[in-house]
């Protein structure tokens, strides 16, 4: 069960391993996307058709249809990678080993839909995948294996969202003899230090220039590539795909704008935010400098 990108490495591991059978793959309904809103399938949905595995696209799980699949597929083990839907007792106990989740945290931190960006958020300095055995909690469930990783300082949503999902798939594949033989056994997450990743909003991605640079810095890197870092120019969104910064201070009110050796740049509560990448309302993303250059009123 899975959905969007992280889910794919894990899904192609399974079906090259010749030990396992991957009998079909449930994943989210295809979704309206883009300017023309046309129906596009989930990542999932199309690796697994083209592998040859029967999917199916129940918008509830609970739905009559979808759990009658379910039980003639007679899983042994049901794997959750991003599925987006919480998993009901009924489905938990349908196979023989149960289900297990792997999620992209070193939980108990950052349980929950957004885990990867609210490490960066936060500055967490690292992160990682845990195979976890579910329950009906919201990732609250036994851990059966975790690994960790640096995030680095260049670090996005985005990239890290792709090493863990490698990471993920190589742990899940290690895990699984050790979890079938019973060797593997299910320790309880610790009672303290759990935090929550709430699913992200559009608005998320509002920069307030009354927040520090550090912060505004991470916010950009935490919503690269969705929902994207933006704040309001001339009337339109100004997105900010990149940005660095600069410690000393101007005396300027929060929000001001100037220049930083010919790049934008906009004084926060703390510090200088210099746009390095940007992409204004209907164009391509473009440097900051090539930015100012069709920008001449961004001092003013």
Known sequence: MGSPDFALPGLSALAAARTYEVVGVVTQPDRASGRGRELKAPPVKEL??????????????????????????KPDLIVVAAFGQILKQDVLDLPRYGCINVHASLLPRWRGAAPINAAILAG?????????????????????AQRSIRIGCDDTAGSVIQALSTLGADLLIETLPGYFAGKIKPIPQPA?????APMLKKEDGLLG????????ER???????????WFEWNGNPLKVLRASIVSEEKGLASGSRFTVKGKPAIQSAGGVLVLEEVQPAGKKVMSGKSFLAGARDWSA
């Open 48 to 73: 697994a058709l083209s592998l040859g595995i029967p999917v199916i696209q129940p918008e509830k799980l609970r739905a009559p249809e979808a759990m009658s699949q379910l039980r003639d597929w």
């Open 124 to 144: 967490d300095k690292e992160t990682g995948v845990t195979i976890m055995q579910m329950d009906v909690g919201l990732d609250t469930g036994p851990m059966l």
């Open 192 to 196: 303290v230090g759990a935090t929550y």
């Open 209 to 216: 220039f009354t927040c520090s640079a550090t912060e505004l």
């Open 219 to 229: 916010r950009v890197r935490a919503m690269n590539p969705w929902p994207g870092a």
